[in-house]
């Protein structure tokens, strides 16, 4: 079994209160890849150019993550982000972005990509993402992300692409600017009218909630003292999310087994803010990601007791 | 046992997307009060004036809160707000603020109110509060609110105010901008240098987090999918907080009582919400009290499993 996610590989350029990077492998198919690769191989499909090297190839390699499916386009420039974050690290602001050769990008899928039974469609034009996901006829579970340049700019098209999926993971700002309810519990209801039985809703500092036909979950982020750059984070989730998944058959996929993977995202997430673009999460192992799931579930429960009201 | 809380008494007029009130029964210690009388007898410490009528005295009285403290000034009025929230029921607009009796208000607390052993200095004047705390020496524990204006206008009288209590209920910017740490944990510890064992952050929509010495708790908000109008929600978390609490006697009072306090802090506020002012909690029963904390455990926990993970 395999996950295959489809999206941008960038090199970041990033600016906080607590440093800068002037170069750093990014982009969402690459964090989202890093952080599934705790839980199933997983294959990335995405473009470069000739100033992507063997040094970024061996950082996903160095986490088993297959890369024959990366397209190097001749003669182009990997795709490029500039932005800065202030000491509120919710607010960012982009300075810079060059497409380059994502640009142009059309997905193409090796057989190995294609039969993958997990498939996360990451953040790109939702005409490629529903191209991708009639390619991958084979999958279980298909995950999608989007942004608010394409609720503003190919809302029509992305509804579509939303019918053709399994869940949705947006921001709760996104989701309920797509859906136009401001209401995020209407949000996702009306987000599922469309076809997905699970919608996510990222929150950023304040964490993520999950709504699927057996109810609600609601988890709050991991609290850091140290957070140094939230570049990735949502990618990162959907990859301890979805890598949790995958890691499990279909039989057990239930609302129990979702919230769990909440958890995984959750963590996964914690542990890529407290470094530079891709550097945390490189360097993990998968005793820190167990240890932190567990102290998230202590951190986050509280066990009833009968108290006597008064009426 | 008993519980005192000192703050304002008030008319709110509040337009959101979903109705409009003219003139309705609020304020700080009011919310608080019908909050925590679920749990215990509550002492409301506060001025009105002649526009306050037995209707207003019935609301509270209804619920067995104590009105014996409440200030009658002849002549005045009563303090009086006017709001509007839009479509994002986070951001609220204040149109007119009357402080009226409230403008010249000093505490004055009977035996029986000063004898509480459970005390909730509501958002007033610092220098006032601590008048208070200093009259209620009795009490094991005393918890604060307070807003940017006194952040702002009198930030050190209320550092000084916070070293003598217990517990400091904050919203999680107010915390931020009080204590100039951007990062919620450092802003949590250090306000817990200045003298109290526990500091809630209320994160609005979000839910709320606690640190005590014995760690941290988050807890998301109870999701709704109808939210009429947000007003006195802090307070009401607050009464539910401080009234389970106070429901419990001090050997009890470690960190899993208060994760169980913030619980059914969680779920006055959601009930609160539901309709305008006071309304909701007015005709709320223990029954739904405890159905909603039933409800809230279920929806907020996830049960680890071993999965094996790629290192």
């Given amino acids: 079994m395999s996950v295959t996610v489809v999206g941008s590989i960038a090199f970041d350029a990033v600016m906080t209160p607590f440093g800068a990077r002037e170069r750093m492998l990014g982009g969402s198919a690459v964090h989202f890849a890093l952080a599934a690769s705790f839980f199933d191989?997983?294959?990335?499909?995405?473009?470069?150019?000739?100033?992507?090297?063997?040094?970024?190839?061996a950082v996903l390699r160095a986490r088993g993550v297959n890369v024959d499916d990366i397209e190097h386009v001749r003669g182009g420039r990997t795709f490029f982000w500039r932005g800065e974050y202030g000491w509120d690290l919710n607010e960012r602001r982009t300075l810079d972005t060059q497409l380059n050769v994502f640009g142009e990008f059309r997905p193409k899928l090796s057989e190995h990509s294609r039969s993958a039974d997990v498939v996360f469609l990451a953040n790109i034009q939702p005409d490629l993402q529903r191209e991708v996901r009639a390619q991958c006829s084979?999958?279980?579970?298909?995950?999608?992300?989007?942004?608010?340049?394409?609720?503003?700019?190919?809302?029509?098209?992305?509804i579509e692409t939303i019918g053709c999926v399994d869940c949705l993971i947006l921001n709760d700002a996104e989701l309920r600017e797509l859906t136009r309810e401001p209401n995020l519990?209407?949000?996702?209801?009306?987000?599922?009218d469309w076809g997905p039985r699970v919608i996510v809703a990222k929150q950023g500092a304040y964490g993520a909630a999950m709504f699927t036909d057996e109810g609600f979950f609601g988890l709050p982020a991991f609290p850091l003292e140290t957070v140094i750059d939230p570049t990735g984070a949502g990618d990162c989730f959907a990859g301890g999310f979805i890598g949790y998944v995958a890691a499990h058959p279909d039989g057990e996929l239930d609302h129990e087994l979702l919230c769990r993977a909440m958890a995984y995202g959750t963590v996964l997430a914690s542990y890529n803010v407290e470094d530079f673009g891709v550097e945390r999460v490189a360097r993990l192992t998968s005793d820190e990601v167990s240890e932190r799931v567990t102290d998230l579930q202590r951190i986050t429960r509280f066990i009833e007791k009968p108290v006597a009201l008064r009426n």
């Fill in 41 to 57: 191989t997983v294959h990335v499909v995405g473009p470069v150019g000739d100033d992507f090297g063997e040094q970024e190839y």
């Fill in 138 to 158: 084979a999958a279980r579970f298909v995950a999608l992300d989007s942004m608010n340049l394409w609720i503003e700019t190919a809302r029509d098209s992305l």
């Fill in 185 to 192: 519990v209407r949000a996702a209801r009306r987000a599922r």
